[in-house]
């Protein structure tokens, strides 16, 4: 887990989840982290063991999701030599190691079924048995736990054990996703950009310009802080004007007009596989001369596939319009007029917007 982290950011839903990790931290009891990916869920789960009794001793963090479903009971449980094959020596489990500490179960969701009911015995008992061993051993370990799951959700679908649920959520801390953190754009961008200047012995921190801040905060941002602060460290390495306010910003830096493209996929309703011609013909030339694709309204074909280019390439040059036409060979007013013809230009519109 990364150590000397720090909390950043000024927005009531932030600081209320804050506080919130702080208030649980007295308690001897599980907690539960949800929150969308990149939105600190580490940084909390470090937070509450820190700030709890147990700080002087160990905090075990086990990803869930980075082992295959096979490894996991022995991961967290321990097994004996020879339980199975290549058990060569005895090993303690994650339960063991963190003994008197806190263990962070990242990914939760993502256990099996036999480990979540292994587990459940665990928090129930505060018992673990290793994998071989006849004897279960008693651990002190306080659990707190990760997911971008709806797990009350998965639980009535039968994907999660409802009575483990039950004793995990003793407390719930939803972390706000960055698109709902008023202001705090803002605050992250300046610290990650400042951070990143002084490592390339920048002399000062120009800032950046008011129009890319204006993009940086009319972004969803899908990866919330991580992807925020990958956007803002990439932008701040490209620039090579230390002294002039920073105004050009990369996004997506999988985006290239070199980028492979995938074949767009053909309208179902205009195209259907047909069989192959039989083995058995008698000759090639009797044979019928059967297409690999049947095209029952080749107008629909031909539309679908055109509009599949499109956006495909509007997406690829983020939606700039003399690039698209550029990349595709267009002069501006044919791709607008292709695009009027396709009924894009409202959708592009919007997304313009």
């Not at 129930?124 to 061993?133: K, P």
């Not at 802080?225 to 910003?249: F, G, H, K």
């Not at 396709?342 to 959708?347: D, I, K, P, S």
């Amino acid at each position: 887990m990364e150590q000397n982290t720090q909390f950043i950011g000024q927005s009531f839903a932030f600081l209320d989840s804050v506080e919130q990790a702080e208030r649980a931290a007295e308690l001897n009891r599980p907690v539960l982290v949800i929150g969308e990916r990149g939105t600190g869920k580490e940084l909390i789960a470090e937070r509450l063991h820190r700030l709890s009794l147990r700080w002087g001793e160990p905090l075990i963090v086990m990803n869930c999701a980075a082992l295959p479903e096979t490894l996991i009971e022995a991961e967290l449980f321990g097994h004996e030599a020879g339980a199975f094959t290549g058990a060569t020596r005895t090993r303690q489990g994650r339960f063991e190691e963190a003994d008197g500490g806190t263990l962070f179960l990242d990914e939760l969701g993502t256990l099996s079924m036999a480990a979540q009911e292994r587990l459940l015995r665990v928090v129930e008992y505060g018992e673990v048995t290793r994998i071989g061993a006849s004897r279960p051993i008693r651990v002190d370990v306080r659990i707190v736990a990760a997911t971008n799951e709806d797990l009350p959700v998965a639980a009535e679908e039968g994907r999660f054990r409802a009575d483990l649920l039950d004793r995990l959520s003793f407390e719930v801390i939803t972390l706000p996703p960055l698109r709902a953190r008023e202001g705090d754009v803002r605050v992250l961008t300046d610290h990650f950009g400042r951070k990143m200047a002084a490592e390339l012995g920048w002399p000062q921190w120009p800032g950046f310009a008011a129009p890319a801040m204006a993009e940086l905060e009319a972004y969803r941002w899908p990866g919330n802080v991580r992807e925020l602060r990958n956007v803002v460290e990439r932008a701040v390495y490209r620039w090579d004007e230390p002294t002039r306010s920073i105004d050009r910003i990369v996004f997506d830096p999988f985006g290239s007009p070199w980028r492979p493209v995938a074949m767009p996929n053909i309208s179902r309703q205009s195209v259907k596989k047909v069989a192959q011609v039989s083995e058995d013909a008698p000759t090639p030339e009797a044979a019928p001369q059967v297409a690999a694709y049947e095209v029952t309204d080749l107008k629909a074909a031909m539309d679908a596939h055109e509009v599949a280019i499109l956006q495909g390439a509007l997406s690829r040059y983020r939606f700039n319009q003399r690039a698209t036409a550029k990349g595709l060979g267009l002069s501006y007013d044919q791709l607008r007029h292709c695009l009027k013809k396709h009924g894009l230009l409202g959708a592009l519109a919007n997304i313009e917007a």
